[in-house]
């Protein structure tokens, strides 16, 4: 990884953090004349009798392994978190076709309503449904491109669909 600018080297906070660290203990054992290693080894040699040291060990190794899950963990969530967001944009992309191959059909069926009405071939009441149906459809097609959420529920035996109800909108309505 190329460092470019200093802003990228906030991506290694605990690098920086693990550098500060052990710039202090540095310069607190350069002025104070102290030699670190030395004492952590005579504090493990004090710890010999009473068998301490093997627990040191063991919970070395557990911290490792806490700290591998940990990473290991969190890059999962990633992962997750990335597929959640493309199946999102793909189901974007997908609804605002779907959109815009029905608007283009509510578009000729609302024309088709304006011309029985003006040949009174249809009932007023059957002109009124059909322009709440296409209102409703435009709706719920719009309401479905807008979506941030995409929550399932299966309808028939295996089929799922996109649970509108519990789906949240950029904007509600």
């Known amino acids: 990884m190329k460092i ?11 690098t920086g953090l693990a550098l500060a660290v052990g710039l202090i203990v540095w310069l607190a054992a350069m002025i104070g004349h102290l030699d670190i290693f030395e004492s ?4 493990l040699e004090s ?11 063991i919970s070395m190794l557990v911290l490792i392994g806490l700290t591998a899950d940990a990473v290991s963990m969190n890059l999962a969530r ?6 959640e967001k493309q199946r999102l944009t793909v189901l974007k992309a997908t609804a605002r076709s779907v959109q815009d191959i029905v608007g283009n059909c509510l578009n000729q ?13 249809l009932k007023p009441e059957s002109l009124k449904r059909m322009e709440a149906m296409i209102i409703e459809t435009s709706e719920k097609l ?5 979506l941030e959420t995409t929550p399932e529920r299966i309808i028939g035996r295996e089929f799922p669909i996109i649970d509108m ?3 949240q909108a950029k904007s509600p309505r």
């Not at 952590?40 to 504090?43: K, R, V």
């Open 109 to 121: 069926f609302q024309f088709l309503v304006r011309q029985a009405e003006k040949s009174e071939e």
């Open 47 to 57: 710890a010999e009798h009473l068998e301490l040291d093997e627990l040191i060990l």
């Open 165 to 167: 109800k519990k789906a």
């Open 4 to 14: 470019k600018k200093i802003g990228d080297l906030l991506k290694f906070k605990w």
């Open 40 to 43: 952590i080894i005579e504090a």
């Open 142 to 146: 719009k309401e479905l491109g807008d």
């Open 78 to 83: 990633r992962r997750q978190l990335d597929v």
